[in-house]
């Protein structure tokens, strides 16, 4: 079980087409593949996926930071020293999507080591997860178009729509499309990646009252103080913290402060080490959760799976799960699917995934 190298693969598969919200863009997956060895023979794996305009991490900075310093710091301690391992790696700030990756790699290999799933290790609730889709902005026929495909190709029947635009109009009227197309019985939900105002959030959430929202994320930036806690206070559905809160100190901070009533969970930006705590916290202080989505690949889906099929807080509602589906193709030898709305966590130990060497070959970058 002892920890023999780190590797920090950068590569890069395009999407079918740009996936855009209110603080950035996504157009190919320049993501990190981190696999670590054991001298048993064993390789864990797990992917990090920059987001620059969410925590300033580059694709070339999460392989430099894994490889100069994190590496080091890891080689040579056992898979079962994973407290310790994060009491090294956390002297050095930020970084969050390349501690998550190396995290992870680590539980996927113990899980190969110990002949057990990661879903199992982390608390074994349920084998899967109902899933929701995130809709990045369009025009209102195009982003409702993709929402029927996703309803009538995988059965999904939850969505998180990107708002924030100006005037606000322009994001109310998609969700209004959304809901007239969709029926009622479908779960909608709004993300404005701070893009609005105090007063413009509180000006869309009434125009949008009728249509049955159920969750409002990060509409206004967490750092507007008092404008946010004011916002809070006057909404009837829970505000869910998600850049504004990575590390569990963040959420207690959201949670008492009253800047956020729900938290997003990030296996890309917690690990599986992390959002266990921070699940505990949610489930200590009785806020909700959601398995959030860093726009990640199906190795980053099957860790977000893996991760909340772990526990019953985290399973209870749909886990944003499906974007993988926007990519052209995958690293994955079997690909992972949606069916029914639904996402099961892989069979097999650890994650249950394995990297094909081909598709390796031909995406990555070094
Ligand atoms: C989300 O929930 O905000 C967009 C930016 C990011 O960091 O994650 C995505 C999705
Ligand atoms: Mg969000």
Avoid at 275 to 302: C, F, K, P, T, W
């Amino acid at each position: 079980m002892k920890i023999t190298q780190v590797e920090a693969i950068p590569f890069a598969i395009p999407y079918r087409k740009p996936l855009r919200f209110a603080s950035g863009e996504v157009r190919t997956a320049e993501h990190v593949l981190v696999r670590v060895h054991t001298d048993d023979g064993v390789v864990g794996v797990a992917e990090a996926p920059p987001r620059p305009f969410t925590y300033g991490e580059t694709q070339a900075g999460i392989i430099a930071v894994i490889r100069d310093v994190f590496a080091p710091q890891v080689v040579g301690s056992t898979l079962t020293q994973g407290e310790a391992i994060g009491a090294r790696i956390a002297r050095t700030v930020g970084n969050p999507a390349a501690k998550s990756a190396l995290d992870m790699a680590m539980w996927d290999a113990l899980g190969r080591t110990l002949g057990l799933q990661v879903t199992e290790l982390l608390g074994g609730f349920t084998d899967r997860m109902r899933v929701t889709h995130m809709l990045g902005f369009d025009e209102p026929a195009a982003m409702v178009a993709e929402a029927e495909r996703m309803r009538d190709v995988h059965g999904i029947t939850a969505f998180k729509v990107k708002v924030g635009r100006r005037p606000v109009q322009l994001d109310t009227a998609v969700v209004r499309a959304l809901r007239e197309a969709l029926g009622a019985e479908v779960e909608l939900y709004v993300d404005g990646n701070r893009g609005w105002s105090a007063s413009e959030s509180a000006r869309a959430m009434r125009e949008m009252a009728d249509l049955g929202l159920t969750l409002a994320e990060e509409l206004n930036p967490a750092d507007d103080v008092l404008g946010r806690r004011w916002l809070v206070q006057q909404l009837d559905v829970p505000f869910v913290a998600d850049e504004s809160a990575p590390t569990p100190a963040d959420v207690t901070r959201s949670l008492l402060d009253g800047a956020a009533t729900a938290i997003s969970i990030k296996t890309a930006r917690t690990g599986f080490t992390g959002s266990r705590r921070v699940h505990h916290l949610a489930e200590g202080l009785g806020a909700e959760v959601v398995m959030g989505n860093q726009i990640d690949g199906q190795l980053g889906s099957a860790c977000t799976v893996a991760f909340g099929s772990a526990f019953e807080l985290t399973s209870r509602r749909p886990g944003e799960l499906s974007n993988f589906l926007d990519m052209t193709d995958d690293l994955l030898t079997e690909p992972l699917e949606i069916t029914g709305g639904e996402l099961r966590v892989r069979q097999g130990t650890g994650l249950g995934v394995e990297i094909d060497a081909e598709k390796l070959a031909r995406y990555r970058q070094d």
